[in-house]
């Protein structure tokens, strides 16, 4: 009947509530942020809002999922709230983010988590890289930037960025510009051996469970409210994290004593 159904909902909408103010870990050495596009219905007007996924990698080298946000606007303040929200949940220590080029977020994890590296998500910035690129330039657009990032050191990288801007730079000089104003964040995983770096590069970790969001969504158009909303994505992510609780990170063997070495200060806090 109509009444159990509003039970069950209701039931599960206080155990999503109760899961997304858990306790959490005291240390996730690295952290996912990425963003899903969902269409629900505010104020009687179907909107695209933007739905934010956090997940962490415990020290076990196990994904999990911290919470999922979503958001009104992206600004500096509202990453802020989110972040303390963290803190008052018991995340003292987060190693390095990994995010999308997400509005205002670097400076908020500046302030909340001072000693945490970013890294911007590469295949963000090269989809943003090829948005304005004429369709016959596109191929070899793609492949002179590939030898920015997969250059074997920073300094490599910087030079493959001037070869690429003697190429393509009075074209399409917004390029150079974008990697320019972004570089110490798209840099910061040259510092790390290859295990860490393919690790952070992208936001690949949260991918798999974008899509099962994307198949979910898909099928359903758009969300009355931002309740249901919310509602879905929970379950649609303990279905995901059910699958994660058998396996850890490839390499986190090989990642872990790395991580330890690098945030070494920070590390032997949990190592004792």
Same mark, same amino acid.
């Given at each position: 009947?109509?009444?159990?159904?509003? /039970?069950?909902?209701?039931?599960?909408?206080?155990k999503?509530?109760?899961?997304? *103010?858990?306790?959490? +870990?005291? #240390?996730?050495?690295? =952290?996912f942020?990425?963003?899903?596009?969902?269409?629900?219905?505010?104020?009687?007007? =179907?909107?695209?809002?933007?739905?934010?996924?956090?997940?962490?990698?415990?020290?076990?080298?196990?994904?999990?999922?911290l919470?999922?946000?979503?958001?009104?606007?992206?600004? %500096?303040?509202?990453?802020?709230?989110?972040?303390?929200?963290?803190?008052?949940?018991?995340?003292?220590?987060?190693?390095?983010?990994a995010?999308?080029?997400? /509005?205002?977020?670097?400076?908020? #994890?500046?302030? =909340?988590?001072?000693?945490? +590296?970013?890294?911007?998500?590469? =295949?963000?910035?090269?989809?943003? &890289?090829?948005?304005?690129?004429?369709?016959?330039?596109?191929?070899?657009?793609?492949?002179?930037?590939?030898?920015?990032?997969?250059?074997k050191?920073?300094?490599?990288?910087?030079?493959?960025?001037?070869?690429? *801007?003697?190429?393509?730079?009075? @074209?399409?000089?917004?390029?150079?510009? %974008?990697?320019?104003?972004?570089?110490?964040?798209?840099? $910061?995983?040259?510092?790390?051996? @290859? %295990?860490?770096?393919?690790?952070i590069?992208?936001?690949?970790?949260?991918? &798999?469970?974008?899509?099962?969001?994307?198949?979910?969504? /898909? &099928?359903?158009g758009?969300?009355?409210?931002?309740?249901?909303?919310?509602?879905?994505?929970?379950?649609?992510t303990?279905?995901?994290?059910?699958?994660?609780?058998?396996? &850890?990170?490839? *390499?986190?063997?090989?990642?872990?004593p790395?991580?330890?070495?690098?945030? %070494?200060?920070?590390?032997?806090?949990? $190592?004792k």
């Open positions: 009947s109509e009444q159990t159904i509003s /039970n069950i909902t209701e039931a599960i909408m206080d999503a509530k109760e899961w997304q *103010n858990r306790p959490l +870990e005291a #240390i996730y050495p690295i =952290v942020m990425d963003a899903t596009v969902l269409k629900i219905r505010v104020d009687r007007v =179907v909107k695209n809002s933007a739905a934010y996924i956090m997940l962490g990698i415990t020290l076990e080298g196990k994904k999990e999922i919470g999922i946000w979503i958001g009104e606007n992206e600004t %500096s303040k509202y990453w802020l709230t989110l972040l303390n929200e963290l803190k008052n949940r018991g995340v003292e220590d987060i190693l390095i983010f995010i999308d080029g997400l /509005n205002g977020f670097n400076q908020a #994890i500046q302030a =909340v988590y001072p000693k945490a +590296e970013i890294q911007r998500c590469i =295949v963000h910035q090269i989809r943003s &890289s090829l948005k304005f690129v004429s369709w016959k330039d596109r191929k070899a657009v793609a492949k002179d930037l590939k030898t920015i990032y997969t250059a050191t920073e300094e490599d990288a910087q030079l493959a960025l001037t070869e690429f *801007n003697d190429i393509w730079g009075s @074209k399409y000089p917004h390029i150079l510009q %974008s990697w320019l104003n972004n570089w110490n964040e798209l840099a $910061t995983f040259f510092k790390y051996p @290859k %295990s860490i770096q393919t690790l590069y992208t936001t690949n970790p949260i991918e &798999s469970l974008n899509a099962n969001i994307k198949r979910k969504t /898909n &099928s359903k758009s969300f009355p409210t931002i309740d249901s909303a919310f509602k879905m994505l929970y379950m649609s303990q279905e995901v994290q059910a699958k994660w609780e058998r396996t &850890s990170m490839r *390499n986190w063997s090989e990642i872990y790395q991580l330890c070495i690098f945030f %070494s200060e920070i590390m032997e806090k949990y $190592t």
